[in-house]
């Protein structure tokens, strides 16, 4: 007994250790103090790791002007982002059918055919870039690995100090504990860094000499096109359509700020 009560003691200094080791980390343009346990280097090398992934398994566009155009929009937001030692690369992936675009840790963008009929122009494309690429740069990948570690820590201390119940007790308190971190924690805070991707993307674009009220008028088109439900915004990874365009309309006027045609 005794025993068990000083693992579940060193599991709890170990984590209020860790807590205090990160977060020495702020975020672009927000200024939000940020949890990163992960090497920024680690996360750098997981990102070239899957974008060589994705590239080897996905059909790259041979369309010449795609493809100048992607890099062109994607040079300019990567020259504002106070990333140079970040090696970018544009590519884009010809997949009609997928509305989606991602940039990974180190500067690695890739932009599917399939966004394209909603971005409209340049501007519409360069929100979708720009959101991506304060993903990247704003570290969110090693924020939620950070997360998920600190997450699997407090469980193998719940499970240290439940160690005396009975098996059904204890499958219950970890479904319990797995359904409260994914509702609770996990998806908030998912949500929590699309809004920040939104505001930090929505600078950058700006700054690179795209309109900020652009991003506007592509969320309507996204909107038009939609053709299944959503699940409910606390059930999801990002929030509600209508809830992020309220906040990007809070968020313009700061943009337009940096905005010059």
Known sequence: MKSRYLLAAYFISFMTGMFFLAGCATAPVTGRSQLLIVPEQQEIALGLE????????????????????????GSRIAAVSDKPDYNWEFAVIDND????????????????TGLL?????????????????????????????????????????LNIAIANR????????????GA????????????????????????????????????????????SGANKP?????????????SRIRSIEEMIPEAMRYYRK
């Not at 059918?97 to 599917?112: C, D, M, R, S």
């Not at 098996?167 to 504990?177: H, K, L, R």
């Not at 699309?194 to 600078?203: N, Q, S």
């Not at 959503?230 to 209508?242: C, G, K, V």
């Open 97 to 112: 059918e997928t509305a989606n675009a991602f940039a990974l840790p180190g500067g690695k963008v890739a932009v599917y």
């Open 230 to 242: 959503s699940p409910p915004e606390f059930l999801s990874t990002h929030p509600a359509d209508e």
């Open 117 to 157: 009929p909603y971005t409209k122009n340049e501007a519409g494309l360069a929100f979708v870039i720009a959101h991506e690429i304060g993903h990247a740069i704003a570290r969110h990948g090693g924020e939620r690995m950070s997360q998920q570690l600190l997450l699997q820590l407090g469980q193998q201390g």
């Open 50 to 73: 899957a974008y060589q992934q994705v590239l080897a398994q996905e059909p790259v566009s041979k369309d010449p002007q795609i493809n100048a155009m992607v890099k062109r929009i």
């Open 166 to 177: 009975s098996p059904e007790a204890i499958q219950a308190i970890n479904m319990g504990y």
């Open 180 to 223: 409260v971190s994914t509702v609770g924690v996990v998806l908030p805070f998912s949500r929590r860094q699309e809004y920040e991707a939104d505001r930090i993307g929505l600078v950058l674009m700006a700054q690179a000499g795209y309109d900020p009220r652009e991003s506007l008028n592509f969320f309507k088109q996204m909107m």
